[in-house]
Nanobody, 126 residues
Framework: QVQLVESGGGLVQAGGSLRLSCAAS????????MGWFRQAPGKEREFVSA????????AYADSVKGRFTISRDNAKNTVYLQMNSLEPKDTAVYYC???????????????????WGKGTLVTASS
């Protein structure tokens, strides 16, 4: 079992930046693929970004490419999402997720994620 705790959300003006962190429990973090998803009010959860077990492969939703960067520090059991040039449309609850399969899986909407955090709210105001 893996527990995920997100932090770093908050209120920012459009054009600003935030860095989300996700701290994972357990000794197997370095073997998991990790991902970020978001859910805006009244909308379904959507994929944002993912990273494979060693950070050698990443994936992004088209809507965040060039603005968001995912990274991980396996020594700290933590995955990050650097968000730049935030727009009001980025406003959502952001969830961290972990997959026991170390590679990025793109065949399902959940990208094969097995564990989920409780989320952190990001609000980008215009």
């Amino acid at each position: 079992q893996v527990q995920l705790v997100e932090s770093g959300g908050g209120l920012v003006q459009a054009g600003g930046s935030l860095r989300l962190s996700c701290a994972a429990s357990g000794r197997t973090f370095s073997s998991y693929a990790m991902g970020w998803f978001r859910q805006a009010p009244g909308k379904e959860r959507e994929f944002v970004s993912a990273i494979n077990y060693n950070g050698g492969s990443t994936a992004y939703a088209d809507s965040v490419k060039g603005r968001f960067t995912i990274s991980r520090d396996n020594a700290k059991n933590t995955v990050y999402l650097q968000m730049n040039s935030l727009e009001p449309k980025d406003t959502a609850v952001y969830y961290c997720a972990a997959s026991r399969f170390g590679a990025i899986v793109t065949k399902t909407p959940s990208y094969g994620m097995d564990y989920w955090g409780k989320g952190t709210l990001v609000t980008a105001s215009s």
